[in-house]
């Protein structure tokens, strides 16, 4: 089967650390810089963006994750939101979409949001250190996978590339997509924005 692959089509992604075989690191591996970079190609693409950018509670000020045009949004009111081909990412999405809060109102709706996403044309993109931590309604609906490794894998070390290794849900078998240099691409984003659960 012949599958032409990129960030930006239509459907849900999960960005998931701890690699193939979810034994590997699960953070400093690029899985923001995944999700800023597909934000990057949907404004190129002139699809509207959406990113949950929190508010820092000392400032009260929106730091924002993307240096990009976007619009900022709560993920528990996205079900709410009348959005149509649309590229949204959700940072941290563990947080919001925590397994073992997968009873409350707020999550179930996000859950809701999931199963309509796709027939609106939606790209959604959300990342996780481990894939276990979300919701299984959720986690058992992505059209792919995207396990981001670094290289090299040392987090100290400088970083030179990073592999994308993707499992699309009707395909059997790994694709791989390796991004050199991508610190030529953080100026779109900040990587040292801080998530916190929402209260």
Not at 62 to 70: A, E, G, K, T
Not at 109 to 119: E, R, T
Not at 160 to 167: M, N, W
């Amino acid at each position: 089967m012949s599958r032409k692959f990129s960030l930006i089509d239509m459907g849900i992604y999960e960005i998931c650390g701890g690699g193939r075989t979810g034994l590997r690191q699960q953070n400093r591996i690029g899985k923001t810089f995944t999700m800023a970079y597909g934000a990057w190609l949907a404004e190129e693409a002139g699809m509207d963006v959406y990113c949950n950018c929190p508010t820092n509670p000392i400032t009260e000020h929106v730091d924002h994750i993307l240096n990009l045009p976007h619009y900022d949004y709560n993920p528990y009111e996205l079900i709410g939101d009348d959005l149509f081909d649309s590229y949204i990412m959700t940072d941290q999405a563990e947080q919001v979409m925590d397994s073992a809060a997968s009873g409350k109102k707020d999550v179930r709706n996000l859950v809701y949001f999931n199963y309509q996403a796709k027939k609106r044309g939606i790209a959604w993109r959300y990342d996780t250190p481990r894939h276990k931590n979300i919701v299984p309604r959720v986690r058992f609906n992505p059209d792919a996978f995207i396990y981001p490794e670094r290289i090299p894998t040392n987090w100290h070390e400088p970083l030179r590339a990073i592999r994308l290794v993707i499992k699309l849900a009707e395909v059997d078998r790994l694709f791989f997509l390796r991004l050199n240099n991508p610190q030529d691409y953080f100026p779109i984003y900040n990587e040292k924005v801080m998530l916190r659960p929402p209260a």
